[in-house]
C-alpha cells in the first residue's frame, strides 16, 4: 500500500504563506490522485484540493479556493498556501487513491474515497 508522507507545516503569520510537500516513501506518485485534507481543531475533517495523476483537474474547496494551489512533479505533490488566516490552522494531510479506481472525471475531494495517508504535517497560523 502506498505510504506517503507530509512536510513543510509550521507557524506563519496571519496573510503568510508555505509551501507543503506529498511524497511516498516506498512507490513512486505518478499513478496516484492525490488530495490534500485537513483537520481543525473542533471540526470536521476537510478535503481541500485535490490533482489528478496527469496534474490536471485540480480541485478546491471553496473554503481555500484563489488561495491555496495544488501540483505535482515527478515525485512530489505541492499545496501552496497563501493569504494564510488563523482559520487555516490544522492538521495537513495528503490521501492518495490509484487512478485506475476513479471512475468520475473530476477530482474528488471526499475522504471516503483515499486510502493511502500520511501522518498530516502541522500548520498554525498565528501573531
Known amino acids: 500500500q502506498l505510504e506517503l508522507e507530509e512536510s513543510g507545516g509550521g507557524l506563519v503569520q496571519p496573510g503568510g504563506s508555505l509551501r507543503l510537500s506529498c511524497t511516498a516513501s516506498k512507490f513512486t506518485l505518478r499513478p496516484y490522485t492525490i488530495a490534500w485534507f485537513r483537520h481543525r481543531p473542533g471540526k470536521e475533517w476537510e478535503g481541500i484540493s485535490c490533482?489528478?495523476?496527469?496534474?490536471?483537474g485540480a480541485n478546491y474547496a471553496d473554503s481555500v479556493e484563489g488561495r491555496f494551489t495544488t501540483s505535482r512533479d515527478k515525485a512530489f505533490v505541492y499545496l501552496d498556501l497563501n493569504s494564510l488566516k488563523p482559520d487555516d490552522t490544522a492538521v495537513y494531510y495528503c490521501?492518495?487513491?490509484?487512478?485506475?479506481?476513479?471512475?468520475?472525471?473530476?477530482?474528488?475531494?471526499?475522504?471516503?474515497?483515499?486510502?493511502?495517508w500520511g501522518q498530516g504535517t502541522q500548520v498554525t497560523v498565528s501573531s
Open positions: 490533482v489528478r495523476a496527469s496534474g490536471g
Open positions: 490521501g492518495g487513491v490509484g487512478e485506475w479506481r476513479l471512475t468520475d472525471s473530476a477530482c474528488p475531494i471526499e475522504r471516503k474515497l483515499y486510502d493511502s
